[in-house]
């Protein structure tokens, strides 16, 4: 079949056409990016090995899609990504090789490049009809509680899902739109293949299985009928090229650069804010959207609007404000609009965020949304907008170094009679055993405290503990939002790093642990920081303790936020217990885990949170908004009669929610545990 040349300089013309409206529209929103702040300035910039490495992990190798939940339509997602860069190649080459003076569509190569871009678009189009019906059927509830209901068939989560709010997943016109658009290329792409193989039939033909079967169904194609077939994929093409920017499907170029360029800083590091910067901004954090990197504002763009943060937010999960996926298309909204990004997001969702980073974990085009949330909080909390109890325990940890407010001197309360060194008597220690403000002032967690110093001590574990001279670390003030704060503390504490010469230290607090370890690099304190469970499983495993070994299915665990996900440690708990899992490289931990233990179905870095953190823990909660009440039925859904945990402040939180749901279940730290078996 000939195309004529006034056919061709048409083609040419539109295709220009559309590629240019595509590209203006690119332009407007890139004007929008380079508003913000250079991404070199704030030290994130990736270097050309980072973002080769990032885009074959992430982009090439698709790593979030596939370790992100089962039943999240990850599958579905790569169907339609391979089988979309498979036909895109394709259609590449081909136009090389028809329209290039390069001919190279010949001999085996071009059988398997037929036989593949057949194959291929079917895999494409079976994603989006596999697409289409699942948002259908997304839209009637909030599936992940629909799902816990239905696999722990507790009452109490079968409430929840009688409760169940509307699905995360967008529900749009639009997105309708998209996926026919997507479904409309894919199968004019193999009518087009029919009736050319109508038209002209060549002894090659078989290769391309599924164009040539539907062709045998068709009655002789003619030269003019098929140029109609032709046009009429070609104005598809122009129709996906011009609208690709305004479609959620812009993800597919924009995605790319997102996770390519990510900043390289771990998820548990908040980015330290120099003075100098204040000094040039004249603000603190970020009070409108232009005062995020240029890679920050890209991100939002590339949002593929998934949901998935949201199905995994556990502020969303009991019915709160906060929805970090419409965080994010608030803060897109409020691009180049001068609207304040706290009130665009509204100030009630900003403070509901417990950073437990489940949102970050789980996006696959990576957007930092507890960076963007902190940043946020930092303006607000400059301005002297924060009131209530979170504003009270900033000041109590200014004034007594603890964020409950108790004297220094109180540190060493939990001491009397168990003869712990202190470094400030000359001891030689190999650890420094911090306490943090809750293992000093919380009874529950004192019993913790107690429990960690007494192992060390029968394991002959040299170390000693700062006692009055140790205060706050600064996690809450920070992700609270007043940054100078916790620099104040961070200062404070690692000039006494110095003092002592602390190399090693212990810590039964996650918190403290991720602070210590992550950030205290930025104010010169270099230390090998680990979190209780380590060093008992360390001490276990050598043979100097014994693990404690409860009876199968006697205890669920519960893992901390910022041990499981953010700083990839979920087996050393279990092994204090007696288990051997490899839950740590397992990104997605919802099979079998070869554990003796009652384990929840949210476990591992897919933890659920308890609600304490960012400054949770200071701020009011209504009764029925209680993340720990949503956790702790999750956990006795197991039907196990004792919760173990591994953080002071996730006992605090699920203690009361355990005490209002079963009278008969133990809430213990499994250094309690350890230190029982080993009596
Ligand atoms: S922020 Fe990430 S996880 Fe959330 S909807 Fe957008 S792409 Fe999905
Ligand atoms: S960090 Fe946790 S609480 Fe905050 S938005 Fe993300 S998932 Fe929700």
Request: charged share 20%; glycine share 8%.
């Amino acid at each position: 079949m000939h195309i004529s040349g006034p056919e061709k300089a048409l083609f040419y013309l539109l295709t220009a056409i559309s590629l240019a409206i595509m590209a203006y529209q690119i332009a407007q929103r890139a004007r929008l990016w380079m508003t913000g702040r250079p991404t070199e300035s704030r030290g994130e910039a990736t270097t050309p090995n980072q973002w080769v490495r990032s885009f074959w992990t992430y982009v090439i190798e698709q790593k979030k899609v596939r370790t992100s939940r089962k039943r999240s339509g990850a599958p579905m997602h790569l169907m339609i990504f391979y089988g979309f860069v498979t036909l895109f190649i394709g259609t590449t080459l081909l136009a090389i090789n028809t329209y290039s003076p390069w001919k190279f569509h010949k001999g085996t190569y071009y059988l398997v490049y037929e036989v593949t871009l057949d194959v291929m678009g079917v895999v494409f189009i079976l994603g989006v009809i596999w697409a289409f019906f699942r948002r259908i059927r997304m839209g009637a509830y909030y599936a992940p509680v629909v799902e816990l209901a239905r696999e722990s068939q507790d009452p109490a989560l079968g409430k929840q899902a009688a409760q169940a709010r509307r699905a995360p997943l967008s529900q749009g016109v639009g997105d309708y739109l998209t996926l026919a658009l997507l479904l409309i290329l894919g199968v004019t792409g193999f009518l087009l293949e029919a009736a050319r193989i109508s038209n002209i039939t060549r002894p090659w033909d078989w290769a391309s299985p599924v164009g040539f079967l539907l062709s045998q169904t068709m009655p002789y194609v003619s030269d003019g009928d098929y140029k109609i077939i032709w046009w009429f994929h070609a104005f598809w093409v122009f129709v996906f090229f011009a609208t690709l920017p305004q479609m959620r499907i812009r993800h597919i170029v924009l995605g790319i650069l997102s996770v390519s360029g990510a900043p390289k800083r771990s998820i548990g590091k908040l980015r330290t804010i120099p003075m100098e910067e204040v000094e040039q901004t004249e603000q603190v954090g970020v009070k409108l959207a232009k005062d995020y990197s240029r890679w920050n504002l890209l991100s939002l763009d590339a949002c593929m609007e998934c949901g998935r943060c949201t199905e995994a937010c556990p502020a969303w999960g009991v019915g709160k404000a906060l929805n970090p996926k419409q965080v994010v298309q608030d803060i897109r909204a409020s691009m180049g609009s001068g609207e304040a990004v706290a009130l665009a997001i509204s100030h009630e969702a900003l403070w509901q965020c417990t950073t437990c980073s489940a949102c970050v974990d789980t996006c696959p085009v990576q957007i930092r949304h507890v960076d963007m949330i902190v940043d946020a909080r930092r303006n607000v909390v400059s301005e002297g907008e924060l009131s209530g109890s979170a504003a009270t325990m900033l000041r109590q940890t200014s004034s007594t170094g603890n964020a409950w407010g108790a004297p220094a001197s109180s540190r060493e309360d939990w001491m009397k009679g168990l003869d712990i060194p202190l470094c400030r008597d000359g001891v030689e220690f190999d650890y420094l055993f911090w306490v943090g403000c809750a293992g000093a002032t919380d009874p529950g967690a004192i019993g913790t405290t107690k429990a960690v110093a007494q192992l060390l001590k029968k394991a002959g574990v040299k170390f000693a503990c700062l006692g009055s001279e140790e205060a706050c670390t600064g996690d809450p003030a920070r992700r609270i939002g007043e940054e100078f704060l916790f620099q104040e503390q961070a200062a404070k504490n690692s000039s006494v790093f110095e003092k002592y010469s602390v190399r090693k230290v212990v810590t039964a607090c996650p918190h403290c642990f991720n602070t210590l370890k992550q950030e205290y690099g930025d104010f010169g304190a270099s230390l090998e920081v680990l979190h209780h469970s380590q060093l008992l499983a360390n001490l276990v495993a050598k043979g100097d303790l014994l693990a404690a070994k409860p009876g199968r299915g006697e205890v669920a665990f519960h893992d901390p936020c910022y041990l499981a996900r953010i700083n990839g440690e979920s087996d050393a708990p279990r092994a204090v217990l007696g288990q051997s899992t490899r839950l740590n490289s397992d990104p997605d931990p919802t099979g079998a885990s070869g554990s003796d233990l009652a384990e929840p179905l949210h476990r591992g870095r897919k933890t659920l949170c308890c609600g304490a953190g960012g400054g949770r823990m200071w701020m009011e909660e209504p009764p029925s908004q209680r993340p720990a009440d949503r956790r702790v039925g999750e956990l006795l859904a197991t039907g196990a009669k004792t919760v173990a945990v591994a953080c002071p402040f996730c006992r605090i939180m699920l203690d009361a929610s355990v005490k209002a749901a079963a009278e008969d279940v133990k809430l213990v730290d499994i250094a309690e545990m350890l230190r029982d078996a080993n009596a």
